[in-house]
């Protein structure tokens, strides 16, 4: 209610007023009283709409999430790996997506007690937990330090024994027993990480190796073998 008015007489009173404006009148009072109010309604409708259609009506299901540490990928690449995966491991690439984040960099060489460390690795385990990362792409002071993360699972619980066999014979598998600590020998089956540098994969040029650890959160489904063989095809 306006002046002890209801809202049908305000409205009546409004339309009468507009009327009886010329219309240079009614433009000055168009954007004294309404122009802003339009314009925060229209900026409001698109950006709802926009969500909407972006992520409820055409949105697409990650069908893996990956994160890339401590490693310095180009975004051209990183936009390769979110917009290809998909079609290449024949998902509708309208109606499927893959995710991968980077830009992530935790240094290992700290102690466990320095907060910097410890907030980024509990951010990772908070993701991983969610379900948010299937596999990481990381370089040798991460594939050292993620050793005791209990985040990793061994790529032979998701691989076949043939595959394995294949990428054994370009010499891409990293062993359990010739990398992590004994003392975690019983948490990982025989292969720890896959060697992509041995894959051709060459991402970041200021460095030689790029190691794919598998997630404890990674489904047990033929992307783990198509994640591979997405890299080992990169830049064929």
């Known amino acids: 209610m306006v002046d002890g008015k209801n809202f049908k007489e305000t409205v009546e009173e409004e339309k009468l007023k507009w009327k009886e404006m010329s219309f240079k009148k009614k433009l000055i009072y168009f954007k004294d009283y309404y122009m802003w109010w339009t314009i925060l309604i229209v900026v409001g409708l698109v950006c709802f709409f926009t969500w909407l259609f972006g992520h409820v009506i055409f949105a697409k299901k990650p069908v893996v999430k990956g994160m890339c540490i401590n490693l310095y990928m180009e975004y051209e690449d990183a936009n390769r790996i979110r917009d290809e995966y998909p079609e290449f491991a024949g998902y509708d690439p309208k109606k499927y997506s893959s995710e991968f984040a980077i830009d992530e960099f935790i240094d290992f060489s700290l102690s466990h007690e320095k907060y910097s460390q410890y907030d980024e690795m509990m951010a990772i385990y908070a993701q991983v937990v969610g379900g948010n990362i299937y596999y990481f792409l990381v370089e040798d002071t991460t594939l050292y330090g993620m050793t005791d993360s209990g985040l ?8 076949s024994k043939e595959f394995l066999d294949e990428l054994a014979s370009k010499d891409a598998l990293i062993y359990t027993k010739d990398f992590v600590p004994e003392e975690l020998w019983s948490e990982y ?28 959160a990674m489904p047990h489904d033929d992307n783990a073998e198509n994640i591979i063989r997405f890299y080992d095809q990169f830049y064929n």
């Open 152 to 159: 990793i699972v061994s790529p032979d619980e998701l691989l």
């Open 189 to 216: 089956s025989e292969v720890y990480a896959i060697d992509l540098g041995k894959l051709g994969f060459d991402a970041d040029k200021e460095n030689d190796n790029y190691y794919l650890l598998f997630s404890v």
